[in-house]
């Protein structure tokens, strides 16, 4: 804990704690949009001196901003083909056409495919499909986006490559695969099943579409959706590969954001052969409006505000006060780890969270026993950070990438909407997993 340093009496400290309530607090009343908030508050930290503009840049992860732009080109691209409208009917004539089969079918995809990829990438390929199957069914579009949003994050929890935070902890605390798989799975799909028992009792039972909807659903031809063959063997082939090269880019020494902006590239070039300079011009600008920068701005401004509240030692000092409370008792640290992680997570981003956490964790081994002792302690941040992220739509990316999706189309998500109904939902997600702590591991 040495290399922590902080001091609660600081101008630095105050003022990035400040800034951080400020911030949250007006973009929770929604009367400024989000993106000038975060922007605002990050700037007023630099013009004072909490952090410098290089210090500011270097908080700005640009591996998400790379990842999510590189996404959205790639979705904007392989909509005009007609992937999505094609994905879309053959989804909903799977599940008959029963609003409820399709909100349970799309929330277990997403899950699945969180698992093993980003799941901002997860959330940038099935939202599109989403709104499509929605606006032919004539349903409300918000409960899909909601249930996907927390299948995401869900899902993403089960894995050492599902999230952020799991990679970091896998690293640092030298966790396989496999021990992620064997120690996270089995909580992940008991709180999933729960989730998709809400999501029907408050939702899935009350969807209706007409008859008629759905015997249009059935009597479409997917194969009419399809606009260009040719894009679409492209885009599909494309995707593909990029999904695939996310699985391997520790093996391929790439990063997301890399991987996302060449998919991206090659999506525009594909389209963009052969045609002339002016049709080039008018369709990359298409494809760069579909950008969602709303969201790519508030997640600028957010890393600043966020990278001044790690700097000035606020998350250490939070950290510290939370490991100390806890003692010598590691089911105490365990339970105290869960919760603390959850409730901050929800509030802060994660990512720095957890890095504070890690090296204040690391030094509790030697009073509990070694690597072995610690390690429910270590499943315990896992689950509080991947899983705290549900409990509010600034706690995770997906979220806010979703939100901006659907506001995009004029479908309401804001911060209270979501957070009214999620915050309670990801407390009851934490006590099962506290409660499979106490079972599994004391």
């Known amino acids: 804990m040495e290399n922590l340093r902080y001091d609660p009496q600081s101008f630095a400290f105050l003022g990035a704690a400040t800034a951080l309530v400020v911030v ?58 007609g992937l999505f409208r094609y994905v879309a009917v053959k989804a909903a004539q799977a599940a008959r056409g029963s609003p409820s089969g399709i909100l349970f079918s799309l929330a277990l995809v997403t899950a699945i495919l ?44 089960a894995t050492l490559i599902g999230d952020p935070p799991n990679i970091m902890i896998g690293s640092a605390a030298h966790l396989s695969f496999d021990a992620f798989l064997t120690n996270l799975a089995p909580i992940v799909l008991a709180i999933l099943v729960a989730q998709f028992a809400v999501n029907h009792l408050i939702w899935g039972r009350r969807l209706r579409a007409s008859a008629e909807d759905r015997a249009d659903i059935m009597a479409l031809k997917a194969g009419e959706a399809i606009e260009d063959r040719r894009l679409l063997r492209w885009s599909v082939g494309i995707l593909a590969l990029t999904i695939l090269a996310f699985a391997f880019e520790d093996q391929l020494r790439l990063q997301a954001a890399t991987i996302a902006m060449f998919g991206g590239a090659l999506m525009l070039l594909i389209e963009n052969v052969p045609l002339t300079h002016s049709e080039h011009a008018r369709n990359v600008t298409s494809a760069l409006n579909e950008i969602e920068w709303i969201t790519i701005f508030f997640f600028l401004g957010l890393f600043i505000v966020v990278g001044a509240v790690e700097h000035a030692g606020v998350l250490a000092w939070l950290a510290q006060h939370l490991l100390e409370f806890t003692g010598r008792d590691t089911r105490l640290a365990a339970s105290g780890t869960l919760w603390a992680s959850a ?44 899983l705290g992220g549900n409990g509010t739509l600034v706690g995770a990316s997906p979220n806010l990438v979703a939100a901006g999706l659907a506001e995009r189309v004029g479908v309401e998500f804001s911060f209270w909407k979501f957070t009214a109904l999620a915050f309670p939902l990801m407390l009851a997600s934490i006590a099962l997993c506290q409660l499979y702590i106490w079972l599994r591991y004391f």
């Open 24 to 81: 949250y607090g007006l973009v929770a009343t929604e009367l400024v949009n989000r993106a000038v908030i975060a922007v605002l508050g990050a700037a007023v930290l630099i013009a004072l001196g909490v952090l410098t503009q290089q210090q500011a840049i270097a908080a700005v992860d640009f591996n998400t901003i790379g990842l999510l732009v590189g996404m959205m080109i790639m979705v904007a691209v392989a909509r005009k083909s």
């Open 114 to 157: 969180s698992a093993f990829l980003n799941n901002v990438t997860t959330i940038l390929l099935v939202v599109p499909v989403t709104l499509l199957v929605c606006g032919q069914l004539k349903v409300p579009v918000y409960p899909f986006l909601f249930a996907e949003v927390f299948a995401s994050n869900i899902g993403g929890t």
């Open 343 to 386: 409730v901050l997570s929800a509030i802060v981003d994660n990512i720095p969270f957890v890095a504070t956490m890690i090296p204040l964790i690391k030094t509790l081994a030697p009073h509990f026993g070694g690597e072995a002792a610690i390690q429910p302690v270590w499943w315990s941040l896992a689950l509080g950070a991947c």
